[in-house]
Structure formats: structure tokens, C-alpha cells
């Protein structure tokens, strides 16, 4: 991508030095080849076509329409220079129109460089058209210039020539461009990691957070114009949307899927704003609704869209649209380093956990095995009467044993991971079920969960402060039952865990170090983590992230009031 933006920015300064130059070679072979200075007023002509070129050459009107008034100015001077030149004898048969012609290169090259091959097949549409008219309206010795064949000629050699521009505009920006180098894979991902840091250390608050990033975006569009809801919504696995951030009086059950009639498809499809007149969520909503869609492009990929809706008709304009715009582009280039950090921070930790998992099982894990195995054929071979040695090794072998339930335990967590297409409340079901079983736990599952997805690295977050509220209560509660209730409707989600044992003490070797651990998790997602007492005994670990979600607008609600 900065390769392809240099090479953008080349091509402005390439355009006006061609034009200068072609303009000042043109009215010099014209002024020498009919030797009359009145026909210096094409010369004019052409530099005022190529005003919006050296003022604003990247104007979506202006721009293009310069471009069309040159070769059109180009094809009309082409036949009153070449009737000039017969008539003053310097060059025969009309082939004074190859003084003039050669400036069709220029409009058509800056088409072909600015990636516009249908601009460029209607340059050659306008030139051969400004070819035929200017060569009839103007008479030589035997006619008009069109009859002349030394003028056919002139013109089919520089509509050809032009085809060639135009239609080879890859092989030239291709033979333009720099090389590429091909660094070795891990030299690259070192050089890529270091400048991350980097910039990461500088950015304003020093944050790559998605959702802080989606929030203040949701405000500067505040600002540029009143909306009733709005949201930001991030690409996530399976062809689905997940919602970053989002405002309004009430929340809304957006609409995720990008094969779905809507707006939102349409926007990330065409990477254009859209406007409609129906709401983006799934139910329905009566009375009037505008809304406005806006897919955040960075470079040729999108990575998110922006939703505007107003309980009133018509209430983006074409002017707004534009505003909404010009805040958008640069928050898109915010918004993909924030997801791509997420991404990165994810594999690393994920490869982490597994490589975790791998040492404790192929380490720790066997070697405690094998001391089991030693211990057992102690036990076998102990001479009768040493009962006390035997009650010892009996002691220790069920240490042993407990030791190796609680790697196994540990190596279960380590891999455990949120699920594409099973989600959240899966995941945290089947670790809590599977623990609760080794301790004897009777476990009541609530479960209240959306359609909607989280982000994946914010579900990774809330599965391991859920895994460490379980454990705890599995380790030192010494609980009967254990409540785990998950409430998901993005951005909104709530995990709580709650037990009937004898409380949470900081005292405790574990306390404040797990109660660390699940703050700090909850820190890096933006949630809040509340530890309390329950009634009449026990204690409930709760993590929310976000405000609490409108209760009809969660769907596929499961509920399950006993666990095994």
C-alpha cells in the first residue's frame, strides 16, 4: 500500500510537467509550420483546458472535464493548423496536423495513470469525433482538410498511439513502479513488529483499542450531525458484522450479515456511502427513518462501516454525506491499525497458550506420571508391618494424583478457545461443565446471548476471566453449586459467577493475585469487574462490558438451570 500511494503521488507532478512542456514544443512547431501567430489562439485554448490540471487535478468534476475540453480543443486546432500550414507551404497534403496532435498524449496518459480506462476509451471517443469536425469545417487547396489524406492519416496514427496509451496503462505503471524487494519472511515480520511498537509508544494515549477508537469516532459524527442511533461495525470471521460501538436512547439489534438486502451490503460491497429509507436493524421500525451508511476504506480493503440513522425523512443530503465522509477516511486508517494490533496480540497469545500446553504435558505433566508409577512400586514392595511408610506413600501418592488432575485441569484451559460458529456462552459452558464434574459441583447455567458476535479478541478476553472466577470457586470456595449466568448483545455483554461457598478472602495465598489477573483482563477490554458477597453465603464475580441492552432486542436466549 505506501508503494501504491507514492506511486499516486507521482502522477500529479508527471501530468503538469507534460503539459508544460508539450504546450511550449506545440505552439513552437505550429508558430514554424504556418508561420501565422493568429494560430497561437489553440495554443491559448489548450492552456486554459489545462487550468483545473495544474489547480485541481484531483477535483472528481473539474478534473475530467479538463480533460475532455483538451482533446477536444486538440481535434478542432488540428485541422485549422493543418489548413494554415498547406496554405503557407510548408508542409503538403495536410500533415500539418502532426504539429498539434501529439498533445493528445498528455489528457490521455494522466486517464491512464489515474487508473481510468473508461475515461480514457471516451477520450478517444471525443478526440475522433473533434478530428472529423475540424478537419470538414476547414478547406485546403482541394477542399476540406478531412479529404486530405496526409490529414487521415495524421489523425489514425495518433488515435492509435492513444489506444495504446490507455488500453497498456498496467504495463507502464507496472515498468514505472519501483522493484519490489522480497525480504526473508521472519526479517520482514521482525522490521514490521518493530515499527509497531514504535508507533504504538507514540500514538495520542498510547492506545490501539478498537472500541475507544469506534467511540470517539461515533462523537466527531455527533458534531458533523445529529443521528438518533448510530453504530460502528467491524468485520469478524464467517462473513459476519460485529458492532465496535454504538449510541441512542435504546439499543439496537443491528443487522450483521453481509448477504443480506441492506444498505449495510451494498455499502461494503461497492465501498460507497448509501442512503436509505428504512432502518438497518433487524426489526423493523414504523414512521419515517433515514439512514446512512458509510463503509470505512483503508487503502482498496474495508474494514468496517458506519451507521447513521434520524427518525426523519431525508436527512442526509448529499452535503452531509460529504461531511460524514471527510471525518470517516482518516478515522479508517485508525480503526485498521487498532484491528490489526488486536490481531496480532491474539495469534501471539494464542501460539503462547500453546506452547504452554504442549511443555506442561510433554514436561511437567509425564514426570509426574512416572514419579506416580515410582511411588506405586514402592507401595508394592514394602515389607509387611511398615504401616506407617505405607499410610505415607498412600498420603503422598494421592497428592500426586491431585497434582496431575489439576495440570490436566490447567492444560484444558489453556486450550480452550471461543468457537466460531459455537460462541461465548458454548465456550464457557463446556469449561464450567467440565470442572464442576472433577469437583463435584452441581452447576446451574442462565445463558441470554445475541446473534450478534463481540469482537473475537474481547470473547477470548471474557472466556478467560470467566475460566478464572470458576476456578477459584472450584479451588478454595469450597462451594456445592455454582451459578454462571452469560448475557451477550454487542457491544454489550455480562459474565457472572456466583457460588454458595464460604466467600472470597484476601488473605488467601491466590486472592489478590487472580483478583489482578481478571482486572487487568478487564482493563485491556473497557469492562468493569465487581466482586460481592451473596446472600447468605458465598461470593459473585461479575464482568460487564458496556450499557446494559435492551431486553427485546436479544434473541436466541438459552437457559439451562442445571449443570452436571
Known amino acids: 500500500m505506501p508503494m501504491l500511494s507514492s506511486f499516486s503521488g507521482r502522477v500529479q507532478p508527471l501530468a503538469i510537467a507534460a503539459r508544460v512542456v508539450m504546450l511550449a514544443l506545440v505552439a513552437a512547431l505550429t508558430l514554424i509550420a504556418t508561420e501565422d501567430p493568429a494560430q497561437l489562439r489553440w495554443i491559448a485554448l489548450l492552456a486554459v483546458a489545462a487550468l483545473p490540471a495544474f489547480f485541481a487535478p484531483d477535483h472528481r468534476v473539474l478534473a475530467p472535464l479538463g480533460r475532455f475540453a483538451e482533446v477536444a480543443v486538440t481535434g478542432l486546432a488540428a485541422g485549422s493548423v493543418a489548413a494554415a500550414s498547406n496554405a503557407s507551404g510548408t508542409l503538403d497534403a495536410g500533415f500539418g496536423a502532426e504539429v498539434v496532435l501529439p498533445y493528445l498524449a498528455v489528457p490521455l496518459l494522466t486517464a491512464a495513470l489515474r487508473r481510468r ?6 477520450l478517444l471517443g471525443v478526440a475522433a469525433v473533434a478530428l472529423v469536425v475540424g478537419g470538414s469545417i476547414t478547406n485546403g487547396d482541394d ?11 495524421a489523425g489514425g496514427q495518433w488515435l492509435v498511439l492513444g489506444a495504446i496509451i490507455t488500453f497498456a ?19 520482514e515480520a521482525t522490521r514490521l513488529l518493530t515499527q509497531l511498537r514504535s508507533v504504538a509508544r507514540s500514538l495520542p494515549g498510547a492506545t490501539l483499542d478498537p472500541g475507544g477508537i ?4 461515533l462523537e466527531e459524527l455527533r458534531l458533523v450531525t445529529p443521528s438518533d442511533r448510530a453504530a460502528v461495525l467491524s468485520a469478524s470471521g464467517g462473513g459476519r458484522l460485529v458492532v465496535l460501538a454504538q449510541t441512542g436512547v435504546e439499543r439496537v439489534d443491528w443487522e450483521t450479515t453481509l448477504d443480506a438486502d441492506s444498505a449495510i451490503a451494498d455499502a461494503w460491497a461497492t465501498q460507497q456511502p448509501q442512503t436509505a429509507s428504512r432502518s438497518q436493524a433487524r426489526s423493523t421500525r414504523r414512521g419515517d427513518t433515514s439512514s446512512l451508511v458509510v463503509p470505512l476504506v483503508a487503502g482498496v480493503r474495508t474494514i468496517g462501516l458506519v451507521i447513521l440513522e434520524s427518525d426523519v425523512a431525508n436527512a442526509y443530503p448529499q452535503s452531509v454525506v460529504s461531511e460524514v465522509t471527510w471525518v470517516t477516511e482518516p478515522a479508517a486508517l485508525r480503526l ?6 488486536d490481531d496480532v496480540r491474539s495469534l501471539a497469545t494464542n501460539e503462547e497458550r500453546q506452547r504452554l500446553a504442549r511443555e506442561i504435558h510433554d514436561g511437567v505433566a509425564q514426570e ?13 514392595t ?3 508391618g511398615a504401616e506407617e511408610t505405607a499410610e505415607e506413600l498412600r498420603t503422598l501418592r494421592a497428592e500426586v494424583t491431585r497434582v496431575i488432575t489439576e495440570l490436566r485441569l490447567s492444560l484444558f484451559e489453556l486450550r480452550s478457545e471461543v468457537d466460531r460458529n459455537g460462541g461465548l456462552a458454548a465456550a464457557i459452558a463446556e469449561y464450567a461443565r467440565t470442572l464442576g464434574t472433577s469437583a463435584g459441583l452441581r452447576v446451574h447455567f442462565t445463558f441470554d ?3 450478534a458476535r463481540l469482537p473475537a479478541a474481547t470473547e477470548a478476553e471474557l472466556l478467560r476471566i470467566a475460566q478464572e472466577a470458576i476456578t477459584n470457586a472450584r479451588k478454595h470456595a469450597g462451594a456445592s453449586n455454582l451459578w454462571v449466568t452469560c448475557t451477550v448483545d454487542p457491544p454489550y455483554a455480562e459474565i457472572e459467577v456466583s457460588d454458595d461457598g464460604k466467600g472470597f478472602a484476601d488473605d488467601r495465598p491466590d486472592g489478590r493475585y487472580g483478583l489482578t489477573i481478571m482486572r487487568e483482563r478487564a482493563e485491556r477490554i473497557r469492562g468493569r469487574l465487581k466482586i460481592t458477597p451473596r446472600h447468605p453465603s458465598g461470593t459473585t464475580v461479575a464482568v460487564v462490558l458496556g450499557s446494559p441492552a435492551r431486553r427485546d432486542s436479544v434473541r436466541d436466549s438459552v437457559s439451562a438451570p442445571e449443570g452436571e
Not at 172 to 184: G, L, W, Y
Not at 336 to 341: D, G, S, T, V
Not at 368 to 380: E, F, K, P, R
Open 214 to 217: 469506534s467511540e470517539h469516532l
Open 143 to 153: 477542399g476540406p482538410m478531412i479529404t486530405e489524406p496526409g490529414f487521415l492519416a
Open 449 to 451: 446471548e445475541s446473534t
Open 368 to 380: 509426574l506420571v512416572m514419579v506416580g508409577y515410582g511411588i506405586d512400586n514402592a507401595q508394592a
Open 117 to 122: 480506462p473508461t475515461e480514457g476509451a471516451a
Open 382 to 384: 514394602l515389607p509387611e
Open 336 to 341: 485498521e491499525a487498532a484491528l490489526l494490533f
Open 169 to 187: 496503462a498496467d504495463t507502464m505503471r507496472q515498468f514505472m513502479q519501483p522493484a519490489e524487494q522480497t525480504p526473508q519472511p521472519y526479517a
